[in-house]
């Protein structure tokens, strides 16, 4: 990870208000809800287990069994995971006979993880 720049932040040195600027902000504004939901969902990202498990899944499906031991966790860790994983959207899962494979749910998962590694390889 690049060091982070850790200069102060210039203060707005005038009492203007921008009126047309917030109209134009607030016009794109999700509603409330909508926010506490994005909110909620960043917190489910806000965990490096849970990030570990999006990555191991991002090269194809893998069974609990597969990720508890690529990861070092049992199998009954993992699977709290990728419940709260899959409540949430992020994976899915396929039975094959006494086997569940998990995957990432859709292309927007993948999407997610990528934008922000990027962003972090520019800060």
């Not at 932040?9 to 794109?28: D, K, Q, S, W, Y």
């Not at 494979?101 to 998962?109: G, R």
């Amino acid at each position: 990870m690049k060091e982070k720049n850790t200069r102060e932040a210039p203060e707005c040195e005038c009492e203007e208000v921008h009126t047309e600027h917030i109209a134009t902000a607030r016009a794109g504004m999700p509603e409330e809800g909508m926010l506490y939901d994005l909110a909620d969902f960043f917190k489910i990202l806000g965990d490096s287990t849970r990030i570990n498990i999006l990555f191991a899944l991002d090269r194809g499906p893998l069974c609990v069994c597969d990720i508890a031991a690529m990861l070092g966790m049992t199998k009954s860790a993992v699977s709290h995971q990728l419940k709260s994983l899959r409540q949430n959207g992020l994976v899915s899962y396929k039975k094959s006979g006494k086997n569940v494979f998990y995957s990432l749910a859709d292309e927007h998962v993948k999407s997610i993880i990528e934008v922000a590694l990027e962003h972090l390889s520019h800060i």
